[in-house]
């Protein structure tokens, strides 16, 4: 097997055993859009490189996964769950929400209130530095 494959799969086996770990933080719930009842997994804020940290996973749900993949096309009405994730308690989750706010933000006029009005620490400015979605 070429060395390349083995370090994806041992890269792809250690963020999964953030599982856990992440089920517990996130109470079964998708951490983006609060879903129950659905199949959940661990997503790695990009840019993803170096070794995975825990930190930058969030535990979300396909939907949310799906969505964020094709966030250039996104309809008016996706991401209006964004307005309570960037309230939560999770650093990565709250810093995510925001940088997926502001993407919408450029097509819609909601998101684009929500972002004047919002208050951004510098904690959180430094984790927004340090995400990059494309
Ligand atoms: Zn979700």
Redesign the pocket.
């Known amino acids: 097997m070429a060395k390349g494959y083995d370090e994806h799969i041992e890269r792809k086996n250690k963020v999964n055993s953030f599982g856990r770990e992440l089920t517990r933080r996130a109470k079964s719930k ?1 951490e ?2 609060e ?1 129950t009842g659905v199949s959940l997994s661990v997503y790695e804020v990009p840019p993803v490189k170096g070794d995975p940290e825990i930190e930058r996973c969030i535990f ?2 396909d ?2 996964r799906d969505k964020i993949d094709r966030i250039k096309k996104a309809k008016e009405n996706d991401f209006r769950f964004l307005t309570n994730s960037i309230w939560s308690e999770v650093p990565m989750v709250k810093g995510f929400s925001i940088v997926l706010l502001r993407e919408m933000a450029k097509k819609y006029s909601w998101a684009e209130q929500v972002i004047e009005d919002l208050y951004i620490d510098e904690e959180t400015e430094e984790i927004i530095k340090n995400i990059n979605l494309f």
């Open positions: 998708c983006l859009c879903a979300i749900c939907e949310c």
